[in-house]
């Protein structure tokens, strides 16, 4: 290690140190609203369950598992024991839905990731030995990468990005101290383009590979749920907008546009609209509800409306429903098979736009405010081959919904370059494993 990021490695640990009494509250305070931060607790301290020569994967959120769950299925085709560490109690319990069958036989553990102190990582190697840690993403956890890295442990980072935004905001500290990214053995990145970031951050070993979540499959009984339902919850066929992981901070240009669309519906004698609301975090539930409710939209949550199994509620009366509220997780898919046309949220938040792969898979139409630095790729791409449209601001937003509610629908050459879109980037699983193979690590 050198000695100018041994030096970062001092003054972060007691920065650390000092913030500990800091990390305790906020688990306590989420742990109020949501009992199952206080689960497994000892887990966040390196103790709990694991496996001896296995391949760490860390997916901090639900996002990421399923982002990679792909390449997880190839690793467990390959018979190799692993662990998978995530953050949230949302990705902890998805990850052990989905791999309850491995958790029985024993070739996987899925636990929380050591919190960010040495003594914890200390704690949690004493009883996991992994041979490999992968990390999705650009979770560069500096001890957590440290502690690898003093193991003689390979640690790569797969499914990963970097901005140029992102490099900024930390380009006084890299100057100064170097990055923890020198001590990782390498990295699949999603594009080119993110490969060259990498390179200008001090990591030379990079591969461009792809996307993860252009591999993930496309949960049928979703998509099946979604079209049966539409039949008792649009029998009108009106149209429907999607307004997909949108920012608390967000919600009120979209609940705005939504309260314009209706009033132009009207004045034109359309039919009125119906509109798909999913937030991104569920502390948001509540108060987006009661926002939605406020501005005189008729609101039903997806929880009230909707069986377990998305059969719709035979009493609701639908015709006069203006926005469904998606209150849960994992439904995504069953969410945009109502819509028509989709809005990806965060566009016109500070930390950018969110996903956009699930909408492109199912062949929606994207739209998405100024603020897409954070998905670059796909959505130069997206864009250039007219699927995504970019607004500029929440008048232009409104603008082009008008248009989709006017009857602007996909047609058939435009489901074709969906098609066609898609093909061009799949496969990121695949050359993420043949790159580990050549590096002779799996």
């Given at each position: 290690?050198?000695?100018?990021l041994?030096?970062?490695?001092?003054?972060?640990?007691?920065?650390?140190?000092?913030?500990?009494?800091?990390?305790?509250?906020?688990?306590?305070?989420?742990?109020?609203?949501?009992?199952?931060?206080?689960?497994?607790?000892?887990?966040?301290?390196?103790?709990?369950?694991?496996?001896?020569?296995?391949?760490?994967?860390?997916?901090?959120?639900?996002?990421e598992?399923?982002?990679?769950?792909?390449?997880?299925?190839?690793?467990?085709n390959?018979?190799?024991?692993?662990?998978?560490?995530?953050?949230?109690?949302?990705?902890?319990?998805?990850?052990?839905?989905?791999?309850?069958?491995?958790?029985?036989?024993?070739?996987?553990?899925?636990?929380?990731?050591?919190?960010?102190?040495?003594?914890?990582?200390?704690?949690?190697?004493?009883?996991?030995?992994?041979?490999?840690?992968?990390?999705?993403?650009?979770?560069?956890?500096?001890?957590?990468?440290?502690?690898?890295?003093?193991?003689?442990?390979?640690?790569?980072?797969?499914?990963?990005?970097?901005?140029?935004?992102?490099?900024?905001?930390?380009?006084?500290?890299?100057k100064?101290?170097?990055?923890?990214?020198?001590?990782?053995?390498?990295?699949?990145?999603?594009?080119?383009?993110?490969?060259?970031?990498?390179?200008?951050?001090?990591?030379?070993?990079?591969?461009?590979?792809?996307?993860?979540?252009?591999?993930?499959?496309?949960?049928?009984?979703?998509?099946?749920?979604?079209?049966?339902?539409?039949?008792?919850?649009?029998?009108?066929?009106?149209?429907?907008?999607?307004?997909?992981?949108?920012?608390?901070?967000?919600?009120?240009?979209?609940?705005?546009?939504?309260?314009?669309?209706?009033?132009?519906?009207?004045?034109?004698?359309?039919?009125?609209?119906?509109?798909?609301?999913?937030?991104?975090?569920?502390?948001?539930?509540?108060?987006?509800?009661?926002?939605?409710?406020?501005?005189g939209?008729?609101?039903?949550?997806?929880?009230?409306?909707?069986?377990?199994?998305?059969?719709?509620?035979?009493?609701?009366?639908?015709n006069?429903?203006?926005?469904?509220?998606?209150?849960?997780?994992?439904?995504?898919?069953?969410?945009?098979?109502?819509?028509?046309?989709v809005?990806?949220?965060?566009g016109?938040?500070?930390?950018?736009?969110?996903?956009?792969?699930?909408?492109?898979?199912?062949?929606?139409?994207?739209i998405?405010?100024?603020?897409?630095?954070?998905?670059?790729?796909?959505?130069?791409?997206?864009?250039?081959?007219?699927?995504?449209?970019?607004?500029?601001?929440?008048?232009?937003?409104?603008?082009?919904?008008?248009?989709?509610?006017?009857?602007?629908?996909?047609?058939?050459?435009?489901?074709?370059?969906?098609?066609?879109?898609?093909?061009?980037?799949?496969?990121?699983?695949?050359?993420?494993?043949?790159?580990?193979?050549?590096?002779?690590?799996?």
């Amino acid at each position: 290690m050198k000695f100018r990021l041994f030096v970062f490695y001092i003054i972060y640990t007691g920065i650390l140190f000092l913030c500990f009494p800091l990390v305790i509250g906020y688990f306590i305070l989420r742990s109020r609203n949501d009992p199952r931060y206080r689960k497994n607790f000892a887990e966040r301290f390196g103790f709990g369950q694991s496996i001896a020569d296995c391949i760490l994967i860390h997916t901090a959120s639900i996002g990421e598992f399923r982002g990679a769950f792909p390449f997880i299925q190839q690793l467990l085709n390959r018979k190799e024991r692993l662990v998978i560490s995530c953050l949230t109690p949302v990705a902890r319990s998805y990850a052990y839905e989905k791999l309850s069958h491995e958790i029985e036989i024993g070739s996987v553990v899925v636990r929380y990731l050591p919190l960010e102190y040495f003594t914890a990582f200390q704690n949690f190697f004493s009883r996991s030995k992994p041979k490999l840690v992968l990390i999705c993403e650009l979770e560069t956890w500096p001890i957590f990468i440290a502690s690898c890295y003093r193991r003689k442990i390979p640690i790569y980072l797969i499914n990963s990005q970097i901005t140029k935004e992102a490099m900024r905001r930390v380009s006084f500290i890299t100057k100064l101290f170097g990055h923890p990214l020198e001590l990782v053995s390498g990295v699949a990145a999603k594009s080119s383009e993110h490969a060259v970031n990498f390179n200008l951050m001090g990591q030379q070993n990079v591969v461009p590979v792809g996307e993860f979540r252009f591999d993930q499959p496309i949960p049928e009984s979703h998509t099946r749920a979604g079209e049966s339902a539409l039949s008792l919850v649009n029998p009108k066929k009106r149209p429907i907008v999607g307004f997909s992981s949108v920012i608390f901070g967000e919600a009120d240009i979209y609940i705005n546009s939504m309260k314009s669309l209706k009033l132009f519906s009207e004045e034109r004698s359309l039919l009125k609209p119906m509109y798909v609301f999913v937030p991104r975090a569920p502390e948001a539930f509540d108060d987006l509800f009661q926002k939605i409710e406020d501005s005189g939209l008729s609101v039903i949550r997806r929880t009230q409306g909707f069986s377990g199994d998305l059969q719709p509620s035979l009493s609701t009366d639908w015709n006069n429903i203006d926005v469904i509220l998606g209150d849960s997780f994992g439904e995504m898919y069953f969410y945009l098979k109502l819509c028509g046309q989709v809005v990806a949220g965060g566009g016109f938040w500070h930390t950018g736009a969110h996903n956009i792969i699930e909408q492109l898979q199912l062949h929606k139409d994207v739209i998405v405010g100024p603020e897409i630095w954070t998905i670059k790729f796909p959505a130069y791409q997206a864009q250039k081959a007219g699927l995504l449209t970019v607004v500029k601001d929440p008048s232009e937003l409104t603008r082009n919904l008008r248009l989709f509610l006017e009857g602007n629908d996909t047609n058939k050459i435009v489901r074709e370059k969906f098609d066609e879109f898609l093909n061009d980037y799949a496969g990121a699983s695949n050359k993420t494993v043949a790159m580990l193979e050549n590096e002779g690590v799996i």
